[in-house]
């Protein structure tokens, strides 16, 4: 699918003279995300937090810290009730660590998501009721389980509900609440992942109990992998807390971590928001797809070497085998969804031999291949459970709350949700969603757009400059990597590599120099020259340093190309 192509408008003459002591492309890189004076700049290369972060400004926040301060110092047993993704996961792993660290009586829960499915549910409630304990802290869920809230009263359980996600109209009835994101909190930062809030509840906890000698500082790099690994902002206190957490990677006393960066190829001191993304979270992730996310739970509270390292091995080939599924589901989505060539304005595909941990994962390739917004289910006798990937110009939680009559339970952002619907109701929720994303995209150009931070002219592609980019990590969602625009390069020469032949590997040239430039899945080109090769190209990319065979040089990562006008 061909891309949109855009570009953001020249730095002003003020902002120039406000960021004039930075390289002249640095100016132009910090004016796109909005910097425009030099103490805004200063600050966010800097990674400073940008408001006073006082985990105490938080809903909620004193009563779960009284109540969980006297758990603590009353021997009573306390539940960490998580997630089965990296965010849950880690999140549970740093409220145990916290816990435990200042003399609590503490134990994980992890639901299974093909027994139990998302969030808290009532039977596993009942069950921590009945080993005796008095206190289940949720973390990166619970703000929308009102039945499971009020069952947890019932049964005696006081429920400390800390979650990130947008609350519905009626929030539940737990013992506390910490959500930044609940109607009336003054917390200035409202992008924190689950395992953000989790943190900011260490951080008080701690605060409250000096004595102990347990500092929260030390659970960073859980912040940092939960955090990318969620697709959270990385911006404002996200930004300041994933750095520190990356440094503290390169230093990490964490067995399982270690371990995990050794089979995923990650060398020490050189983890980074991309590595997290597409190295280390989809290994951690593995585990809650295929079987249970206990797994990897173990791996980042184990200080055992020998069971780290067989765990991460464990973890390696379950990413291997989730990477098999994916691919397969694909192709099966998109024969359900698009059979007949004819791209709908929302793609819905179900099956009830669909992996329901990998529906998430194909309805993204979906979306991401087709440009629309794409459910895929996993079907059983009476249910159905949906996972929904999205694009900027729908909101699909929104659009599943309109349609909250018709769902036993949904939630999530605004790019992916997630629902449970009964059978006799999922033909209705179809038509309805497809009715409304119809009426949403109607007359759009659903394009994915590409928009580059500026022209860039060849004689600025030095390693100074990569220098200079590299100041702007951790990149990602809400602070991308920087992507640039070259003009009317010559097409030296190209050739297909790779397994499968499907990547492009290119050499440009400026008439000056030539550079290296890789165009990952887009191997497709070659067949189109063969007939039709134009002498230049117009390319979008981003700069990297590439290292093959002890030569290191920069290359070009083509994010999309076009014959030149």
Not at 122 to 147: I, P, T, Y
Not at 276 to 296: V, W
Not at 471 to 498: I, K
Request: hydrophobic content about 40%; some cysteine; overall charge negative.
């Amino acid at each position: 699918m061909s891309k949109r192509w855009d570009l953001f408008p020249p730095i002003n003459p003020a902002a120039q003279q406000e960021l004039r002591s930075y390289h002249l492309v640095l100016q132009q890189l910090l004016f796109n995300r909005g910097l425009e004076s030099f103490r805004a700049a200063e600050d966010f290369l800097e990674a400073r937090i940008p408001h006073r972060s006082d985990p105490n400004q938080l809903i909620g926040m004193e009563a779960a810290v009284d109540r969980l301060v006297y758990a603590i110092q009353h021997g009573e047993g306390i539940a960490v009730y998580g997630d089965y993704d990296v965010d849950g996961v880690t999140a549970t792993v740093l409220l145990v660590e916290t816990i435990d660290g200042l003399g609590g009586r503490v134990q994980p829960y992890i639901p299974n998501r093909f027994d139990e499915g998302y969030g808290l549910n009532k039977e596993a409630l009942s069950e921590l009721q009945k080993m005796g304990l008095s206190v289940v802290v949720s973390v990166d869920c619970g703000v929308r389980s009102l039945a499971e809230a009020q069952h947890a009263e019932a049964i005696g359980l006081d429920l400390i509900i800390t979650d990130h996600h947008p609350p519905g109209d009626e929030l539940p009835n737990a013992y506390a609440l910490i959500d930044p994101r609940q109607s009336g909190d003054p917390y200035p930062d409202k992008n924190l992942a689950g395992v953000g809030v989790a943190y900011k509840l260490a951080c008080a906890l701690t605060e409250r109990i000096p004595d102990a000698g347990f500092e929260a500082a030390r659970l960073i790099d859980l912040v940092a992998l939960g955090t990318v690994a969620d697709l959270a902002p990385l911006t404002g206190e996200n930004r300041a807390m994933v750095r520190a957490g990356l440094i503290q990677f390169g230093r990490t006393t964490r067995q399982g971590l270690y371990s995990l960066m050794q089979v995923a190829g990650v060398k020490s001191g050189q983890a980074n928001a991309s590595t997290i993304g597409f190295q280390l979270g989809p290994r951690l992730n593995a585990a809650g797809r295929l079987e249970s996310a206990l797994a990897a739970y173990e791996l980042l509270s184990t200080s055992d070497l020998l069971r780290a390292g067989q765990l991460a091995q464990h973890l390696d080939v379950q990413n291997r085998e989730r990477q098999e599924i994916t691919r397969s589901m694909q192709a099966q989505a998109e024969e359900l969804a698009v059979p007949n060539g004819d791209i709908p304005y929302l793609l819905f595909a179900s099956s009830a031999t669909f992996n329901p941990g990998v529906v998430g994962l194909t309805a993204a390739r979906l979306a991401e291949k087709y440009y629309r917004p794409s459910i895929v289910a996993e079907r059983s006798a009476e249910q159905t459970r949906g996972s929904c990937r999205s694009i900027p110009e729908f909101h699909i939680t929104e659009a599943l709350d309109r349609c909250a009559d018709l769902l036993i339970r949904h939630g999530g952002h605004a790019a992916a949700a997630g629902f449970t619907v009964a059978n006799s109701n999922l033909d209705e929720l179809i038509e309805r969603l497809t009715r409304h994303a119809a009426q949403e995209l109607a007359g759009k150009d659903l394009r994915p757009q590409l928009k580059a931070d500026c022209l860039l002219d060849f004689h600025f592609l030095q390693f100074t400059l990569l220098e200079e980019i590299a100041r702007l990590q951790p990149t990602g969602m809400g602070n991308p990597e920087p992507l640039f625009q070259s003009n009317r390069l010559n097409l030296v020469r190209y050739g297909a590599v790779g397994r499968e032949k499907d990547h492009l590997k290119l050499v440009v040239g400026d008439g000056k120099r030539i550079i290296d430039a890789i165009a990952f899945r887009q191997g497709h080109w070659i067949e189109e020259w063969k007939t039709n090769r134009p002498a230049q190209l117009d390319l979008i990319y981003r700069l990297e340093r590439n290292e093959w065979e002890g030569r290191v040089s920069l290359q070009l990562n083509v994010q999309d190309l076009r014959p030149s006008e």
